[in-house]
């Protein structure tokens, strides 16, 4: 199933933020489970956070959610996604002139409760300047979106944003 189809219920929800003490399960804003999710069935006044989202698209497509086989005490969350993908030794450094393909998935991880990472997805390339590919993520005050640039993320904090 191609990710347009996946997500074009989901753009404009509302951004949910994860705290330690937010309900690890199938709610929001984490939306963590084992089965896929319909989409359709979402009440959209609920939240979403950046990891959510991830974890919506992987159900969706029948793909595993981090940390759920492992019993992490915080499934599907940026850190556990990190481990995830370092398990399987497919990260890479993150390099903002390098070019990446569509759907690649990029990541912050976890530092601490105030930075708590980010994960984001390359959704649509500019082809006359890939730092303009617009990414398909969750973010505070926009929610779902595909209308933030690579370049406007990642530097989002002064020294950039993503690290793989």
């Given amino acids: 199933?191609?990710?347009?189809?996946?997500?074009?219920?989901?753009?404009?929800?509302k951004y949910?933020?994860?705290?330690?003490?937010?309900?690890?399960?199938?709610?929001?804003?984490?939306?963590?489970?084992?089965?896929?999710?319909?989409?359709?069935?979402?009440?959209?006044?609920?939240?979403?956070?950046?990891?959510?989202?991830?974890?919506?698209?992987?159900?969706?497509?029948?793909?595993e959610v981090?940390?759920?086989k492992t019993n992490s005490d915080y499934p599907g969350s940026t850190f556990e996604w990190y481990?995830?993908?370092?398990?399987?030794n497919v990260l890479k450094i993150f390099d903002i002139n390098y070019s990446y393909p569509k759907n690649t998935l990029l990541l912050r991880n976890y530092k601490d409760y105030k930075d708590t990472g980010h994960i984001a997805i390359i959704y649509e390339k500019n082809k006359l300047n890939?730092?303009?590919?617009?990414?398909?993520?969750s973010c505070p005050e926009i929610g779902v979106n595909i209308d933030i640039t690579l370049l406007d993320s990642h530097f989002y904090i002064e020294n950039g944003y993503y690290e793989y």
Wanted: hydrophobic share 40%; proline share 4%.
């Fill in 83 to 88: 481990n995830y993908f370092k398990t399987k």
């Fill in 66 to 68: 981090a940390g759920i």
């Fill in 16 to 63: 949910g933020w994860w705290t330690k003490d937010s309900i690890i399960g199938d709610n929001e804003p984490m939306w963590i489970g084992i089965e896929p999710l319909p989409i359709k069935n979402i009440d959209k006044n609920k939240t979403i956070c950046c990891t959510g989202l991830i974890n919506i698209i992987r159900r969706e497509l029948k793909l």
């Fill in 1 to 13: 199933m191609k990710l347009e189809l996946i997500v074009k219920d989901l753009i404009g929800m």
């Fill in 130 to 137: 890939h730092k303009l590919d617009k990414l398909l993520h």
